[in-house]
């Protein structure tokens, strides 16, 4: 008998194992996939993503966005816009930290009148962003959500708006764009940093988009090692600074260039234009271009006077350039109370200090020689333990007890699948990433395969892996979409979204869905964006090594042959399994098949069989839907015939 495990080539392993997981001690077949919420019962949001905006775009973002009060939504972004699904559930909204609640009245049956949400359904919060955009990073900091594409400036969101902004503060530092974000202790975190040439800066800032994509094509000063972080609790402040000039007794300044960091009501502290030449603090009373008028009035003429909102006094924000040799910020992500930063040959670790004049300290761990982060979207942090990525040629784990990277040795056994793709380069770099499956226990690596295998699920639960052959472009596991007054648990959704602008949910969710006859699981997919009504049934394939029974000399004759379902199989009347048995004279021979049998019902799976040969495989594939199948082990009834492997002998 043979068991259903273990990783390397032979009879009790896998040569191929797509769309099948492991579950307890028994092998299963992968869920399927269906349209992202429920497309029987509401009235809108009914369509594949986006409903009614006709995206046939890739899906580069599926991010889960809370607020301050606990309410989470779905934000799905393409190359050149965003979308915000805002409620599953017809439910009241109202977050008090929103300056954009998008509430309507309303007459209702008895009379009287009652708010309630605008936008039950997808709705664009976020366009004409550049078409030379990177992949979409996102992280939540403060009940704020800050987007970044590595080419358009950073913007931010809270639930409630209806459109994303873009980050004016660090524009009017002269940041033309970031290489990579994260969240940490609720302070901002960019690394990699581009900024526009003083010589260019005021001219740019002039212009008709100054706080737009700054062009690829004009020159930057990039800082590629530098780290940059925001006010503590307030992700888009970064202590920005214009220069301006005032005149004694006037209380209109003018600012070297229009800036949308400062608006009505903001009190601020000009310096140069006190008594003296000292400080002066007021608040903004109005903005007209380059006009501030203060709410009091200078009392010294200047024209290099600077002009900074008083909270920025005494904050945390500020940079550090961790310079090293020169490697540049690839990633980072939070570890146990510690920012772990990838450069290209180390690895820095930040503590939090709280302390305003130096709010971080930094430790710097050496990385061995083809062990760094490559592939920077396949960064993931698994149950905040540690972190798994992909390097330039093995898949690595990074944790806080060893602080060196050490290859999986689970991954490593089909690496071959992700490494030896042809698309597998770092030219695909954005198409490369890793998700993290709450449900299945699984981190799926995806890349642009050229096989049937496009993404490799590393299961960290028993540490084993499989393939499956669902296409992706972007993956989240996020709560269910809810806009209660009152935050609720709500249960863990795998959103997946597709090449052509398809948003799909992992068949497998932890509360029963009534759109699904109130099932947990469902087995079988939806592919179409035109069709909602059919599901699709798919192939799962668990494919064994070739195997001489630890009898290298002598031929075999196979009997019969039996996989064995598992107790925790369920009623499933039309299995829908298929048996192959390839006999071949030698490992490397050709290979014949013997058998190819079909087994529908459950409690008639023997297949019997006469075959003589060397060495023996097995293939199992599932064809068909809604007939899940769980595999214990396969049985084998062989006996040797003493042939001494005489037919094997060239002479």
Known sequence: MSRVSASAAGIANYLTKRDWR???????RREGCDYFGNFDG?????????????????????????????????????????????????????????????YVEEVNVQGGTEPYFAYLEWQQIGTGFSAEGRRWEAVNVAGTTILNNGVDLPVSWRIGDQAVTPMHELRDLGVAHV?????????????????????????????????GAYPAGQSTDRYQYRLLWS????????????????????????????????????????????????????????????????????????TSALIQKQSAIGSLSGYDDLEDDASGILKMAELMGQLVIY????????????????????????SPPGR?????????????????????????????????????????????????????????TDSIFAAVNANTREVWFAFPSTTSDQALCYDTRYGTTSTTAQPLTAASTVKRPTLNIQPVESEDWFVMGTSN????????????????????????????????????PYPSTLSAGLSDFRDEFNEKDLRSYLPNLSSQQGSVTNLGLGVKIYAAQSQTGTETLVVDHLIDEPRENLVSLFARAHNFRDEIIVNGKDNPVKLASRTYEVSRSRSRSAIRRDD
């Open 343 to 366: 450069k290209d040959t180390a690895v820095f670790l930040a503590r939090y200090t709280g302390v305003p004049s130096v709010p971080f300290e930094f430790t710097r761990v050496p």
């Open 22 to 28: 492991r579950d307890s001690d028994y092998e299963m």
């Open 179 to 211: 290489g990579t974000l994260a969240a940490f202790n609720n302070v901002l975190m960019l690394g990699d940093i581009r900024e526009i040439p003083s010589a260019n800066y005021n001219a740019w800032m002039n212009g008709s988009t100054p706080y």
């Open 501 to 536: 602008g398809v948003l799909l949910m992992y068949g497998l969710v932890d509360q029963a869905l009534p759109w699904w006859n109130n099932q947990t699981a469902i087995f079988y997919r939806r592919t179409s964006r035109t069709n909602t009504t059919d599901t699709d």
């Open 372 to 428: 760094a982060l490559y592939y920077k979207h396949t960064l993931v942090n698994v149950d905040g333990r540690y972190h798994l990525y992909a390097g330039r040629s093995a898949f690595y784990r990074f944790d806080l007890q060893n602080r060196q990277p050490r290859e999986i040795p689970e991954l490593d056994l089909c690496s071959n699948l992700f490494f030896e793709d042809p698309n597998t380069s770092i030219a695909h």
């Open 231 to 302: 006010a503590a609790n307030a992700p888009t402040e970064f202590g920005a600074v214009v220069t301006a000039t005032t005149t004694s007794g006037s209380a209109n300044i003018t600012l070297s260039h229009p800036s949308a960091s400062f608006l009505s009501g903001d009190q601020v502290v000009v310096i140069g234009a006190g008594v003296s030449g000292g400080n002066l603090y007021a608040s903004v009373v109005g903005v007209n271009g380059t006009t501030v008028t203060l709410s009091d009035v200078p009392q010294a003429s200047s």
């Open 42 to 102: 509401l009235p809108v949001g009914t369509q594949p993503f986006p409903a009614g905006l006709s995206n046939t775009d890739p899906i580069t973002l599926i991010h889960m966005a809370r607020s301050a009060t606990g309410k989470t939504q779905v934000i799905v972004g393409t190359q050149t816009s965003l979308y915000v699904f805002n409620a599953l559930e017809y439910e009241y909204v109202l977050d008090p930290n929103s300056a954009h609640n998008p």
